[in-house]
């Protein structure tokens, strides 16, 4: 018996973050966020361990880097570039730990929009050890913890 999470329902915050995780993949913020050597770590880390597990504090300071760097890009520069951004995704961006917190939801339940640097689906349709696929509402990661705390 299957359990098809396509039919539950899914926050605005969710879906807000799917739309920004499409810009940001559109443009390559995210990909590009990390030096080189850093995604490495990123990537190897998941496809030795998988999404499950909270990775350890020097992997969470490199994803929260590239999500603040990523979420203060498309604020900054989106009249400038092809982002379209809306007052309702411009406000939900402004809520950083809110918005990092569902971005991470996204990358781990839709492989898709997960940065390739940090092993999300590739061309091959292929990624190692994906994560429980959930939706916010349901059951959350790791991560749901992540960004209670500090700026907001």
Not at 78 to 98: H, P
Not at 142 to 152: N, Q, T, V
Request: glycine content about 6%.
């Amino acid at each position: 018996m299957g359990y098809d999470i396509s039919s539950l329902p899914v926050s605005a915050n969710y879906r807000l973050a799917v739309k920004l995780m499409k810009i940001l993949k559109r443009n390559n913020y995210l990909e590009n966020a990390l030096r080189f050597e850093e995604g490495e770590r990123v990537r190897k880390h998941f496809e030795a361990n998988g999404f499950a597990a909270q990775p350890p504090a020097p992997i969470l300071a490199l994803l929260n880097q590239a999500l603040n760097f990523a979420l203060e890009t498309v604020l900054f520069r989106a009249d400038d570039l092809d982002t379209q951004i809306t007052n309702d995704l411009r406000v939900f961006i402004i809520k950083k730990n809110e918005a990092r917190l569902a971005m991470l939801e996204v990358c781990f339940n839709r492989p898709d929009l997960m940065p390739n640097k940090w092993g999300g689906a590739r061309k091959d349709g292929k990624r190692s050890k994906s994560s429980t696929k959930t939706r916010e509402g349901v059951k959350r990661g790791w991560f749901a913890s992540l960004f209670g705390r500090g700026e907001k």
